[in-house]
């Protein structure tokens, strides 16, 4: 599938994964263990394992990658174990697809207007979070952005039904801290950056985002 006019693709086979809202991502359904993940992926590498919280240490991500030493999918495990939130990497992960509408490795301006579009259809109420990245929490969708080799592309983080609930929230809603750092999709406090320059946290030293 393409991606779009005026975009570029930094590696032309990659897998086809369908959204179906707040049950699965492809092969992967959420409230799946990590083993089942790892069943469900056999031709995934796992490159790490990660703390995605830096209070909530039972909270944890893999790293997964189709070729070594390249990160494609990030899943992450609550504390009972189950998977509850999928992100794709914008230049190496599966491109996920949402009735059609691809997510992953999408210019911003390019997938925004797409997505507003479905809000005026009235197919799905689109709300943006207090660092401006957009999201559908009735299906459990934020969109993010990642720097590549092509230029900053859309990140799709997802999540389940029983995490949808104020999703695009980054205060209040389930998706990890480690998913909303980096680069922002719209300017934030002065700076495109979270944490901004010079922002004191009370973080555990060396806590930083996977990707």
Avoid at 44 to 70: C, T
Avoid at 193 to 199: D, N, R, S, T, W
Wanted: proline share 9%; charged share 20%; net charge negative.
């Amino acid at each position: 599938m393409g991606s779009g006019a005026g975009e570029t693709t930094t590696e032309p086979v990659r897998p086809v994964w369908v959204l179906t809202p707040l049950e699965s991502v492809g092969p992967l359904r959420f409230g799946m263990s990590a083993d089942e993940v790892r069943a469900a992926l056999p031709e995934a590498v796992e490159l790490s394992r990660f703390s995605a919280e830096p209070f909530y240490p039972e909270i944890y991500g893999l790293q997964l990658g189709f070729h070594p030493a390249v990160p494609a999918v990030y899943a992450y495990f609550e504390g009972t174990g189950r998977l509850f939130c999928v992100a794709a990497d914008a230049a190496h992960g599966p491109r996920v697809t949402l009735d059609g509408l691809e997510l992953t490795g999408r210019m911003p301006a390019l997938l925004q207007e797409r997505v507003l579009d479905l809000h005026s259809s009235g197919t799905h109420h689109v709300s943006y979070g207090p660092r401006g990245n957009p999201g559908i929490n009735g299906i459990g969708m934020v969109l993010r952005v990642q720097d590549t080799e092509d230029g900053v592309r859309t990140r799709p983080v997802l999540v389940g039904r029983e995490w949808a609930d104020r999703c695009t929230d980054d205060w209040e809603g389930s998706i990890p801290e480690c998913e909303w750092l980096g680069r922002q999709w719209c300017v934030y406090n002065g700076s495109d950056m979270y944490p901004p320059p010079g922002y004191a946290t009370n973080w555990p030293a060396g806590w930083t985002a996977p990707f």
